[in-house]
């Protein structure tokens, strides 16, 4: 990438302008020490109510800052899950909450006192299991539905999604709107012995879903830049071409979405072990295309922007809980899905390529847009 | 597993899932005729469908009519069936054309990818549904029971009633009449040639953008005459009533062959058909799943539907 933004001429200069193009061009260790000065920043996060003037305004006054910024995490886990998806792929997956629900009901089976299997396991053992199971289940719907078109895929998910909503509602294994109780929290313990993972303070909790996202992030991009991104971005430009080229197409698409729904998992993962609670009602559909509106709003196959958008659509309306609306007096947080509904019209016509677009999308999109025909 | 209830309650079953699958039949015809012109998945069409639920029940509320107010008589409910249907066509179209006007033509003009058009679709069907829910304070909304249901036909343990007929032959009519239109009439002749050759239709004369506002538009009216039908029949309705009954539609159209108005109905029929017996067999709460399991295993083995896609291949 860097060296398509060196190249001279009419397009490189336009690309060399902006803070990316600035940025790219630093010497190693400036380009490290700015990337882990905005990670130290991140960690220090939950202390923006101690800035004078701006952090009162920032802060969440409905929900406590720390669980605001808990809930932050995890659905920029889930956007840069999806960014895999959707983003690279460009397979349109509205069924993302399944894999949600499977990473956070196999930690409920395996470690909630209600649960049927009875194993009562810490949070921790249960960790690898759900995200196993997360990516045997995106494996199993990507197998039989990978050879559809693209718009039956996203019609298919959707009904996966459904369908798991549907068995978690009405199987007894699954206890329906009864739900999981003392769903147990991540171990570890504070110097004065009590645990450094509470129900008080959703810090700790927020440190570890950063954490997780660093990891993340890490082996995203890795894949992005090895023969599986190279493979992703051939089938989301043209997939026969890709397949004619000799890309195997289904083998690299059932990988994005295997890697999607591992992420996806991992997320609910982390949701259970947080919230100690969860029922069939967690999971309804709006909040897998609140995700995807996260992924189209900051930019669909950018790491910066999933990150952006899945942060904006839990903060804008966490920031907004506890607010009331003049006209119909409730309170503005029930407004999201709606608000979010037509953000997500909004930036498809005026700013398709989001908010920190990936380059080499906008391009792309600048393309199609010369070969419309004129009417 | 529950064969002998299934076996036993086998022309009940029947005779529900046929009413049931008219109406989802009506609903689909709005997928299959956009999807046939334009190749898109219009996902806003539950949110159509919705508002003509909402347009109707507002309607017969300005004649102090709620779910508590006893049947009017004979011919006062013969007007406002058809007073109920005028707002809900009305109400459908307008939110048809209107979601192409916003949310689709300025990424057609763009030439954008496939798949902007179907996230812009949800991001409307989820704006439209959740702003209902917001100002219905997702409750539901009971309908006045204009028709009191009694039994027509009785054979065995099989119950017809009046509004299962009424249900069966308005959608029946409504087929017919839109098949007549797409197949005889000069503006069908237009919408089909789009449906063959964007391009060359355009060559010829025929105005694009005022077919596919028409394709949305006829949709709508669909969706519209289905919406009463459906207050009629399950007597409440809720914000997100068109989104679960909508893929259901979707999942008709699919089977029938998307993309042909024939193929809905059969789809429509089939699958209300196969959905009761599905019912019967593992339970009503299973109803729904019955639908996205039959989708996944047709689009498997059969991805162009029973009868296959065709809107401007038949009878070209």
Sequence with gaps: MSSTAATPGKNGRRLNGNLRGWFARQPVWVRIVGVLAVIALAYLLPYTAEIPLIGPQIVTEGIDWPSALFNMSYYVLLALGLNVVVGYAGLLDLGYVGFFAVGAYTVALLTSPDSRLGTEWPWLAAVPFAIAVAMISGLI??????????????????????????????TETLRGDRGFTDIPHPPGQQ????????????????????????????????????????????????????????????????????????????????????????????????????????????????????????????????????????????????????????????????????????????????????????? | MN??????????????????????????????????????????????????????????GFFGLDQNSPTPGMFAVIGLIILGMVAAVVASGVTAIGVELIAYRPLRRRNAPKLAFLITAIGASLAISETVGVITGRNIRGVPRLIRQTDVVVIGNTHITNLQILIVVLALVMMFLLDRFINRSRLGRGIRAVAQNPDSAALMGVNQGRVISLVFLLGGLMAGIAAVMYNLKIGVTRFDAGFLLGIEAFTAAVLGGIGNLRGALLGGLLLGVLQNYGAGLFGTEWLHA???????????????GLLGESLGRARA
Excluded at chain 1, 149 to 158: E, M, S
Excluded at chain 1, 203 to 223: C, D, E
């Design chain 2, 3 to 60: 064969f002998s209830g299934l076996i036993h309650n086998f022309g009940p079953l029947t005779v529900t899932g046929l009413a049931q699958g008219a109406i989802i039949a009506l609903f689909a015809l709005g997928y299959t005729l956009v999807y046939g012109v334009l190749r898109l998945i219009n996902f806003a069409h539950s949110e159509v469908f919705l508002l003509g639920t909402y347009a109707s029940i507002i309607v017969w």
């Design chain 2, 290 to 304: 019955v639908s996205f399991v039959l989708l996944v295993v047709i689009l498997l083995f059969r991805p162009t």
């Design chain 1, 141 to 170: 719907l990507g197998w039989p539905t990978l050879r559809l078109r693209g718009d039956y895929l996203a019609i298919v998910t959707l009904g996966f999604a459904e369908i798991i909503r549907i068995v978690a509602q009405s």
């Design chain 1, 191 to 375: 110097t004065d012995g009590s645990a450094l993972f509470g129900v008080r303070d959703a810090t700790p909790y927020y440190w570890l879903g950063l954490t997780v996202i660093i990891l993340v992030v890490l082996g995203v991009r890795n894949l992005d830049r090895s023969r599986v991104g190279r493979s992703w971005l051939a089938i989301r430009e043209d997939e026969e071409a890709a397949e004619i080229m000799g890309v195997r197409t289904i083998k690299y698409k059932l990988w994005a979405f295997a890697i999607g729904a591992c992420i996806g998992g991992l997320g609910g993962v982390m949701f259970a072990g947080q919230q100690g609670f969860m029922n069939s009602g967690t999971f309804v559909l709006q909040f897998s295309i609140l995700v995807l509106a996260g992924v189209v709003m900051g930019g669909s196959g950018n790491i910066p922007g999933a990150i952006l958008g899945g942060a904006l659509i839990s903060y804008i309306p966490d920031r907004l809980r506890g607010i009331q609306d003049p006209i119909f007096h409730t309170d503005l947080f029930g407004f999201r899905f709606a608000i979010f509904g037509a953000v997500i019209i909004l930036i498809m016509i005026f700013r398709p390529q989001g908010l920190i677009p990936s380059r080499r999308r906008a391009m792309e999109l600048k393309d199609r847009e010369k070969e419309a025909a004129p009417s």
